[in-house]
């Protein structure tokens, strides 16, 4: 708007005062500084708030213990250096160089923090070339201060011109020195995670195209072998039925089953190569349906059990196809085990509807003649628990109290996360592992130790430096 103003010829308040822009800009610079307090997390507020509270303490409180020459200007400083605590996460640059009037004053209890305000914002400025200016316009300002405050009462002399330039080299150039190599560090830690990042990734992929290669053989061999032994079996059960129903009707039904047997077994082999070569299950969608549980039952009668459905839906059945696949296998599981181990005993299948969850359970007695144990190696009821696991069901699997065995799967009609074999690999949070990883020359732990070690032996002259004239300070 003040644009067009001038354009139109026209001069607004605001293009008449010069001073507006300024004032603007600090009330914009103010409300920034309010919003990132009010966005920052509560527990950086509360620590910072909590260090400026201790500087202030220190930096005021041996006021009272030892009064100071000119008590004014040494309060101020006191002040202003706990001002700097949280300027340096916003304004790194300006904090360092708001050292200078402290290390040039007399508070000497100020002057102990400002080595901690230039080692934690030195790590904060970037890039390195304009950290370096910055310490290093610093240290200058502070020593030009120090001779700049002496003159005022008098030619100051080259002793105490060295000792001030001493004082600058402790108290700002080698803690800035220290920061810069942290600083320096953490970026370096950051690609080292990222390579690390980029690696697993691709270890990931790498097992994932292993896993499919691996299924896909299996998937041929099992289509080359299988398939051609149970093609011919139904073919020779067909031959049989056919042969049966003309010299031996009486085996007529043995001979159906048997060829509908192998036919059914022909349909499963497909599903499972489906599922190896991750195909969708569009072939098995109406599995699970009562008329679908009639029929295993009716297939088990016919072989010989005495098996009975039992229907206890109160909806039509909606549930997903994978749930009614998995409610196939655990009756047909169920049927095969009780046809095994208890013949001849009465076995009951039982599917119930209970809204967000199907019901399935077979449960036969004891058989009439008692068996042994054994004959099996349980890894039928192993992959049924899987497969419901995957669901996020519960299989439960074990003998009656009265004799007998009961198999009950608990299966979500709606399950919320397909299967494991569906899903994707893992990407690794933050999308690290998107770039190719750097040189391993770079990116060496020896390195980065080596770079904190010597960022905190840097620091020992300025420890000295500051306890020692804390002594003197209280000595004095």
Partial sequence: MTSRAVENGTHTEETMRPAARPSTRMCREAAAIRDTVRAAPRRTVVTESVLVGLVLLCSLTPMSLIPPAHPVPTALLGVWVALLVPARRV?????????????????????AVAPCLVWSAARRVAPARRAWGVVGASAAGSVLGAVGAQSLSGLPTMPYVVAGAGVSALFILLPGLSGLMLGRRRPLTGLLRERNAFLEQARLLTDEAARMEERARIAAEMHDLLGHRIGLISMHAGALQLAAERQAPPLAAQAELLHTTAGTAMEELRGILGVLRHQSHEETGERGTREDLAALVADSRSAGADAELYWNATRPADADARTRQAVHRVTREGLANALKHASGAPVRVT??????????????????????????????????????????????????????????????????????????????????????????????????????????????????????????????
Avoid: K
């Fill in 351 to 476: 599917y119930h509807d209970e809204g967000d969850t199907v019901v399935v359970t077979v449960v036969n007695d004891a058989p009439p003649v008692p068996r042994s144990a054994g004959g099996g190696n349980r890894s039928g009821l192993v992959g049924l628990r899987e497969r419901v696991g995957l669901l996020g069901g519960a299989l439960d699997a074990g003998p009656c109290p009265g004799g007998g065995f009961a198999l009950s799967a608990r299966i979500p009609a709606r399950p919320a996360a397909p299967p494991v074999y569906a899903n994707p690999p893992e990407r690794v949070s933050g999308g690290a592992g998107s770039q190719p990883p750097l040189s391993t020359e770079v990116l060496t732990w020896p390195r980065l130790l080596g770079g904190g070690c010597a960022a905190m032996l840097v620091l020992l002259p300025t420890v000295g430096g500051t306890i020692a004239l804390l002594i003197m300070a209280v000595l004095q």
């Fill in 91 to 111: 304004y790194p640059a300006l904090a360092i160089l708001g050292c200078v009037p402290v290390i040039a004053g007399e508070n000497v209890w100020a002057m």
